[in-house]
């Protein structure tokens, strides 16, 4: 009975979490233009180091062990913008030559395993 109860809760958490990101990813409209995406990207790199550090000393307070200070993250001066782009249009371009690729592959197969048995 507790594991069914614990699994349940398992699941329930599980889907609380993917539910939030789901809900923030839309919310922030991560998934819209590029230009949105970038200024999200540029809010977290100022809002998660401090939220991370407040987390590591509050837990250090309600646990008593000492979290050794960690090095700053480096900075990458990396245009996000043109590369999500870039990397959108090589997907959709490889997406929309596969059945004819598929096709192409499929009669030069064809082909040979008709000469070969010859």
């Not at 922030?28 to 233009?33: C, D, K, R, S, Y």
């Not at 230009?35 to 407040?54: C, F, N, R």
């Amino acid at each position: 009975m507790v594991a069914r109860v614990w699994s349940l809760m398992r699941f329930l958490i599980k889907g609380s979490v993917a539910g939030g990101a789901v809900y923030l990813v839309y919310d922030q409209e991560l998934l819209g233009p590029s230009d949105k995406s970038q200024a999200a990207l540029g809010k977290a790199e100022e809002v998660v180091p401090p939220a991370v550090y407040q987390f590591s000393q509050y837990l250090c307070q309600q646990t008593g062990l000492q979290i050794p200070q960690l090095p700053a993250p480096p900075k990458i001066n990396f245009p996000v913008r043109d590369t999500w782009n870039s990397g959108v249009v090589r997907v959709m371009s490889a997406l929309s030559v596969a059945p004819s690729k598929a096709c192409e592959y499929s009669r030069e197969g064809w082909e040979y395993v008709k000469q070969r048995a010859k």
